[in-house]
């Protein structure tokens, strides 16, 4: 089925109409669920993955100072390295933000290292993020439960207690 029978049908059922700029393939695999579910409910949960220009120079630079902070001066590198990843993704985020000024949506929280913004959005706000050349990749973000431990029923274990012992090796602190 093509992109313009499957708009049509959005129009007919759901009260919207997929803009011309999406094609098949784009990246926003499951837009067609997010507006659905922005129509039904006022607002969908999304996380939006945003180009951040230089991003792996920035944390690649951020990382490096992670493992070498020996004198004031590698600190203060270390320090503006991180200032620099942070002020990267923030300027695109607020970026976004602006875009959406006049829309409804709320702003959940920007990451500070990572290129993601979470955020609760109506559908023209998320038809709006689709039109932005910085919006990489929109997903819901949906509550995972986690699965239960029997470790925590054990009374060898318990969770209020640190087992560094057991842990060091875990994630490999050895080797690092």
Same mark, same amino acid.
């Given at each position: ?12 059922? +759901? @009260? ?20 659905? =579910?922005?129509?039904?409910? @006022? ?21 490096? %100072? ?12 270390? +320090? ?17 933000? %602006? ?11 920007? +990451? ?9 959005? @109506? =559908? ?53």
């Amino acid at each position: 089925m093509n992109l313009k029978k499957i708009g049509m049908i959005a129009l007919l059922v +759901f @009260g919207f109409m997929i803009p011309d700029h999406l094609s098949a393939g784009d990246q926003f695999k499951n837009l067609n669920g997010l507006l659905e =579910k922005a129509l039904t409910e @006022g607002q969908v949960n999304i996380m939006i993955k945003m180009d951040v220009p230089n991003l792996q120079f920035l944390t690649a630079n951020s990382t490096f %100072y992670r493992s070498s902070r020996e004198n004031s001066h590698i600190r203060q590198e270390a +320090f503006n390295a991180d200032l620099k990843l942070k002020q990267a993704i923030s300027n695109q985020a607020n970026s976004i933000l %602006y875009h959406l000024k006049e829309l409804n949506f709320r702003h959940v929280h920007t +990451f500070k290292t990572i290129p993601f913004l979470s955020m609760a959005v @109506g =559908k023209e706000a998320l038809l709006k993020l689709t039109e932005l050349d910085i919006v990489v990749d929109i997903i819901e973000d949906e509550k995972i439960s986690l699965p239960k431990s029997d470790n925590f029923h054990s009374t060898e274990v318990k969770p209020d207690i640190p087992h560094l012992s057991d842990s060091t090796n875990l994630i490999g602190a050895p080797y690092a």
